[in-house]
Every structure is written in C-alpha cells, then in structure tokens.
C-alpha cells in the first residue's frame, strides 16, 4: 500500500470503512437491549430501564461496548454476527469482519501524520506504532493527541472501529 498514491489508499480506505459501517449496523441485531442497558449502566448512561445519556456520542460508548465486549462465559455480538453472517471467504467484507473480531482497544496517541494518508499512532499500552487511516482524525487530530479508541486492521493500514473518546489530563 505504501506505493499507493493518497487517492488509490483513500478510495481503499473508503471501500472497507463502508464495510466496516454495515457490519456494526448489522451486529447490532445481535445484542438484545438487557446487554445494552447493562453496558449503559457500567458507564453511567441509564436510569432504571431507560437510556440516560445527554446525546447520541455518549451512546456510542454502550453501542460499541455492546457490540465488542462479553460477560464471562458470554459471547460476544460481533461473533454472534460473524457466525451468522458468514461472508464468502477471501472477500473484503471477510476480511474486515475479521479484522473487526481482532480489533484492539487502546489509548492511542498521535505521533505525526503519515507520509501517504492518515496518520502514525502509538498505543500507549503496547508500545506500538500503526498507520491509521481515517479522513477526519486526519483533518481534526493534532500530533500529541491521545483517544481511546478501538482500531481494526484489515490492510496493511487501521481503520477505527468503534468509538473515539478524547483523553486528556483532567
């Protein structure tokens, strides 16, 4: 991909964050509202039985976390999805569910942009470097940033996959 001209990485990268959009919206049929309530509660985003939160971002939280995470002894609803889903193997929509099964949820800070697209990020807790494409943190996200976020990697680039929550010292 490093060969790739920016247009050529940004039209991939276009290609599979499509993908990408219609996997969470379809692994989201595969929770049920008690796993989601749960996942607000945890987070402070639901009163009794309703969803408390003061917008839709703060919903992304319990939504990803509902979609990526499990209860021991639990399946997770991406697997739930994939195993329904079945994709033809080899295709792109395999390939990014299976990068979205794998995907890691860091802080993840930015080091610089990168030479072709996007941007090089460290995850703080691996102490790793990556090339993440995603054309708004390109435009928005100063170098020394930190967000916790969940990047997937379905080409030699990461794609956020999930939420992106700023992180600062307060």
Known sequence: MAEMSREE???????????????HT????????????????????AAGEMLAAESFDELKLAF??????????????????????????????????????????????VERRHGVAGLVVRDL???????????ALERSAPEGMVAAMRLCTPETFAMTCGVIVPVDRE
């Open 26 to 45: 379809e692994a989201m049929n595969f929770f049920s509202r008690p796993a989601l309530l749960e996942q607000a509660r945890h987070l402070g985003l």
């Open 9 to 23: 990485v940004l039209a991939r990268y276009r290609h599979l964050r499509a993908i990408s959009t219609h996997h």
């Open 64 to 109: 990803d976390l509902a979609i990526h995470a499990a209860r021991p002894g639990h399946t997770r609803a991406v697997d739930r999805y994939a195993g329904a889903a079945r994709p033809r193997p080899g295709s792109d929509e395999a390939l990014v569910l299976a990068a979205m099964r794998e995907a890691r949820f860091s802080l993840w800070r």
């Open 125 to 135: 807790l691996r102490e790793d470097e990556v090339w993440l494409v995603d054309e």
